[in-house]
């Protein structure tokens, strides 16, 4: 098994064979929160307008999403697992737009297979892919607004590298490094309102989802994401 991490849009556009799209901070962790409260798809796209448009065609359709790390004029929730966590998303369809995640499925246009990642379903991840025994993983860190690596998606590759490689992981230590580098600005007083604190922890609750998302192109750009179980 070859397994590359590769960084930002021009890494999911280089990204081969099984890919795993990976932004914990918060774009795929908030996914996990809606899919494990019930929804039945998230249609990830990388426009806003394009989310809009699927709202006038669709007016149960959910949005959820952000810019600039606030939510969008317009739309139901933003991109924090605190305001998820506890809605009841059974039987919806969501659509995500965010400045990173999204933007990396949409252009992983050369993968064979495509999965989210965050920390939330980590070993979930592994154990998929182990399943599967794919001859090339690609491992796309989106960092912060698709523009810089960060540290949180960057160690999370590493973790599921570490870990098909039959290595342990220091968790302890990474989250550590988070929280008083890219993790920092959860903590400044001022962004709490479309930040708060509780953000960091219920991105990094580690393997609190036993499911994949997996992502499958539509047309236009749009990708739509469900939940797959691992067996045993």
């Known amino acids: 098994m070859e397994i590359?991490?590769?960084?930002?849009?021009?890494?999911?556009?280089?990204?081969?064979?099984l890919t795993v799209v990976i932004d914990v901070f918060r774009a795929f962790s908030s996914a996990c929160y809606v899919v494990g409260n019930g929804a039945d798809e998230i249609i990830s796209?990388?426009?806003?307008e394009t989310a809009f448009s699927l709202k006038d065609k669709h007016p149960e359709y959910i949005l959820m999403g952000e810019r600039n790390e606030k939510m969008v004029k317009g739309f139901d929730y933003g991109n924090s697992p605190f305001q998820l966590e506890n809605v009841d998303f059974k039987g919806k369809t969501v659509v995500q737009t965010t400045s990173?995640?999204?933007?990396?499925?949409?252009?992983?246009?050369?993968?064979?297979e495509?999965?989210?990642?965050?920390?939330?379903?980590?070993?979930?991840?592994?154990?998929?892919?182990?399943?599967?025994?794919p001859e090339q993983v690609s491992l796309v860190c989106m960092g912060y607004?698709?523009?810089?690596?960060?540290?949180?998606?960057?160690?999370?590759a590493e973790y599921i590298q570490m870990?098909?490689?039959?290595?342990?992981?220091?968790?302890?230590?990474?989250?550590?490094?988070?929280?008083?580098?890219?993790g920092k600005r959860f903590f400044?007083?001022?962004?709490?309102?479309?930040?708060?604190?509780?953000?960091?922890?219920?991105?990094?609750?580690l393997n609190c989802f036993d499911f994949v998302l997996q992502a499958r192109m539509l047309q236009d750009?749009?990708?739509?994401?469900?939940?797959?179980?691992n067996e045993n």
């Open 4 to 17: 590359q991490i590769l960084q930002l849009v021009k890494g999911a556009r280089e990204a081969r064979g």
């Open 145 to 156: 607004a698709a523009q810089y690596p960060v540290q949180e998606d960057t160690f999370c």
């Open 45 to 48: 796209v990388g426009e806003v």
């Open 188 to 205: 400044i007083a001022g962004h709490q309102d479309f930040a708060p604190s509780s953000d960091f922890y219920l991105c990094l609750d």
């Open 100 to 112: 990173a995640g999204t933007m990396g499925l949409v252009n992983a246009i050369h993968a064979d």
């Open 163 to 182: 870990r098909l490689l039959g290595k342990s992981p220091d968790y302890a230590e990474m989250t550590e490094i988070i929280r008083h580098t890219s």
């Open 221 to 229: 750009g749009m990708v739509s994401l469900k939940p797959v179980l």
């Open 114 to 133: 495509i999965l989210t990642g965050s920390f939330v379903n980590v070993d979930a991840i592994v154990h998929y892919i182990s399943s599967q025994s």
